[in-house]
Structure formats: C-alpha cells, structure tokens
C-alpha cells in the first residue's frame, strides 16, 4: 500500500510564493513519475508539472517560468515551488505518481489534494 501526503497550500496574495511537499511512503515501490494537477471550480483537471525518473520536468503551458518542480530521490518526495503566482492559479492542487510495488504494473496514485487561493 502507498499513500501520499501533501502539504503547503493556503493563503497568498498576487505575485507571492508557495512551496508545496508530497511524500510517498509505503513499502518496496518504486516511483517512475511524481507530479502535480490542479483543479479549478468548474473546470477540467489540468497539468501543472511532472518529473518522471531519468526525465525532466514538464510544465504546463500556464505556469511555465514561474513554477519549479524538484523531486528528492532519497526521501519520496516531489515539491512544486510556485512563484509570481496569480489568482488564476486558485485551485485545489492534486499530488499524482506512478508507482509500481514489488514487480508489479505501474499505477496511479493521487493525494487528498491540498488548496491553493491567490487573493488579488
């Protein structure tokens, strides 16, 4: 079993900053892509950025040069650094990751999901 936490989300005006945590726990799994979606009132679920093992990060187009996505290998754990942030950005911010357990298939797996408001 895999569970995933996420943590960070709250309050910020136009043009502050947010870091966002998911940490994966459970036993041996192996993590093949760690990332971020985010969910406005209304509206689609949308990327915000993925990091895949041995890959690089990919954005989507509506936060690229203004967030950062980083993963620490050793401790299961992708962060989403959100800056220039803008009231568009209000959602709630799902944490997603690919997970195999053992030998077996890769799955999704996705966290409670933390809530992002941007005041202007």
């Known amino acids: 079993q895999v569970q995933l936490v996420e943590s960070g989300g709250g309050l910020v005006q136009y043009g502050g900053s947010l870091r966002l945590s998911c940490a994966a726990s459970?036993?041996?799994?192996?993590?093949?892509?760690m990332g971020w979606y985010r969910q406005a009132p209304g509206k689609q679920l949308e990327l915000v950025a993925i990091?895949?093992?041995?890959?690089?990060?990919k954005y989507g187009d509506s936060v690229k040069g203004r967030f950062d996505i980083s993963i620490d290998n050793a401790k299961n754990t992708v962060y989403l650094q959100m800056n220039k942030l803008k009231p568009e950005d209000t959602a709630v911010y799902l944490c997603?990751?690919?997970?195999?357990?053992?030998?077996?298939?890769?799955?999704?797996?996705w966290g409670q999901g933390t809530q992002v408001t941007v005041s202007s």
């Open positions: 990091i895949t093992s041995g890959g690089g990060p």
């Open positions: 997603n990751a690919r997970i195999g357990i053992g030998i077996g298939p890769y799955y999704d797996y």
């Open positions: 459970g036993s041996a799994f192996s993590i093949n892509a």
